[in-house]
C-alpha cells in the first residue's frame, strides 16, 4: 500500500494526472487550435465542388494536370473544433463519467475528425510542447468546470472512504488473506481473530467453525508439501469440482 501511494503522490504520476483532469474540463468546449485538412482528389466534378468551398473559405488549393485527368489538392484550413473525450470504462457519479481511461478527439467540421495526437498527445500523457502550447492557448476555459470535476471526485472519494471503513470495522481484510488465501493454523487464527476482528459476530464464527479451518488448514498444507501433489490438486480436485457444479447448473 505505501508502494502504491509513494507512486501515486510523485510529481510524474501527479502531473499525468492534471493533463487528464484538464482535458476532462475541456470536454464539449470549443476550443482554439489552428488545423489544415487537406483534400486530394482525382474526380473532376469533386475537384470542382470542393474549390467553389475552399474558395469560399479562403483557404488555398492547387491544380495538377497529369495523365488524362485532373488531381486537385485542396487545403482548408481551420481555426477552432469541439474537443470530445470518449471514455474506454464506464462510472457514472453524480452525472459525470469517471471511467477508466479516455480518448481525445477533435472535431471541426462533420466530415473532419482527428485524435490526441494533433494536440500533442501520446499514450504516456507526456506534456509535450504542443500540449502544452495548446492547454496555454485554451487556459481561460479550463479552471471553471474543472473545479466542478474534482468536487465529484473529492465526493466519489469520500463516498468509498466511508463505506470502506465500514466494511472494515465488520470485517478486515486479515481475515480473508488468513482464512481463503493461505489458511492458518486454526488454534491461533482464532486467537488472532479475537484481537483483531472488531464484529462480535466474526469472532463467534470463527470459534463456531473449528472444524471446518482445520480441514482447510489440512488440506493447504498436504497439496503444498511437493509442487507434484500442488500440480495434482489442481487439475483433478479443481476440474472435478467445476465439473460436479457445472453439471448441477446444467440439471437445475
Keep these: 500500500m505505501e508502494v502504491y501511494v509513494r507512486?501515486?503522490?510523485?510529481?510524474?504520476?501527479?502531473?499525468?494526472?492534471?493533463?487528464?483532469?484538464?482535458?476532462?474540463?475541456?470536454?464539449?468546449k470549443i476550443v482554439a487550435w489552428p488545423y489544415d485538412h487537406i483534400i486530394v482528389s482525382n474526380h473532376l466534378r469533386v475537384v470542382r465542388e470542393?474549390?467553389?468551398?475552399?474558395?469560399?473559405?479562403?483557404?488555398r488549393s492547387s491544380w495538377d494536370c497529369r495523365g488524362r485527368g485532373y488531381?486537385?489538392?485542396?487545403?482548408?484550413?481551420?481555426?477552432?473544433?469541439?474537443l470530445r473525450v470518449i471514455p474506454r470504462g464506464h462510472l457514472i457519479w453524480e452525472g459525470l463519467q469517471l471511467g477508466s481511461g479516455f480518448d481525445v478527439r477533435l472535431i471541426f467540421?462533420?466530415?473532419?475528425?482527428?485524435?490526441?495526437?494533433?494536440?500533442?498527445?501520446?499514450?504516456?500523457?507526456?506534456?509535450?510542447?504542443?500540449?502544452?502550447r495548446?492547454?496555454?492557448?485554451?487556459q481561460r476555459l479550463i479552471p471553471e468546470r474543472l473545479s466542478h470535476i474534482e468536487g465529484i471526485m473529492e465526493?466519489?472519494?469520500?463516498?468509498?472512504?466511508?463505506?470502506?471503513?465500514?466494511?472494515?470495522?465488520?470485517?478486515?481484510y486479515r481475515f480473508f488473506t488468513n482464512v481463503y488465501d493461505m489458511p492458518r493454523d486454526p488454534t491461533r487464527l482464532a486467537e488472532s481473530s479475537i484481537t483483531h476482528e472488531k464484529d462480535v459476530r466474526v469472532r463467534q464464527l470463527m470459534l463456531g467453525c473449528e472444524r471446518a479451518?482445520?480441514?482447510?488448514?489440512?488440506?493447504?498444507?498436504?497439496?503444498?508439501?511437493?509442487?507434484?501433489?500442488t500440480w495434482w490438486y489442481i487439475f483433478w480436485v479443481g476440474t472435478t469440482t467445476w465439473s460436479l457444479h457445472t453439471r448441477a447448473d446444467i440439471v437445475v
Design 213 to 229: 479451518l482445520q480441514t482447510t488448514y489440512d488440506r493447504l498444507s498436504a497439496v503444498t508439501k511437493t509442487e507434484a501433489a
Design 134 to 138: 495548446f492547454l496555454r492557448t485554451n
Design 155 to 172: 465526493s466519489y472519494r469520500k463516498h468509498y472512504l466511508e463505506e470502506t471503513r465500514a466494511k472494515s470495522n465488520v470485517l478486515t
Design 50 to 59: 470542393c474549390l467553389m468551398f475552399v474558395q469560399q473559405a479562403g483557404s
Design 7 to 28: 507512486q501515486n503522490t510523485s510529481p510524474e504520476i501527479s502531473r499525468r494526472r492534471e493533463i487528464r483532469l484538464t482535458l476532462r474540463a475541456l470536454d464539449g
Design 71 to 82: 488531381k486537385a489538392t485542396s487545403t482548408i484550413g481551420f481555426e477552432r473544433c469541439v
Design 109 to 132: 467540421s462533420k466530415s473532419v475528425e482527428v485524435g490526441g495526437d494533433a494536440i500533442g498527445l501520446n499514450d504516456d500523457w507526456d506534456l509535450t510542447a504542443p500540449l502544452a
